[in-house]
C-alpha cells in the first residue's frame, strides 16, 4: 500500500515544481493537482489547496465519466469543475510546453522525453 512518503511513480509530472490545478480556470472549492493512483480500488491521491493556501493530500475515489469513445476523466468523482477532456488552462499548457522542450531546466536529462 502507498502512503505520502512513497515516491511518485511519473516523476515528469513533479518536475515543473509548481502544483498546477488540474480543474481548470474557473471552478468551485479547492484546487487540485494529481499525484498518484492508489494500487487497491478505483481512487488517486491528490494535493488539494484552497485559494487561502491551506495545503492537504487527500486520496478520492476516481470519476467515473467516460467519453464516447471509452476514454475516462482523469479527476476525482463529483469534482466542480468540467470533465478532464473539456478543462483547458493557459497557465498548465504553457508549463507543460516548456517541460517538454527544455526538461534540462526543470532538473531532468535534455533526453528525458526522447531517448535516443
Ligand atoms: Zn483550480
Ligand atoms: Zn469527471
Redesign the pocket.
Known sequence: MKDADDPPPHPEEFATGHATCELGETHDGDHAEFLWFTEKSFAATWLRWSDADTHTIVTLPC?T?LTTTGDG?G?YAD?PSD??WAVTDPTREALRADLMAHPERFGLPPDYFNPS
Open positions: 470519476c465519466a476523466c479527476l469534482h470533465h478532464s
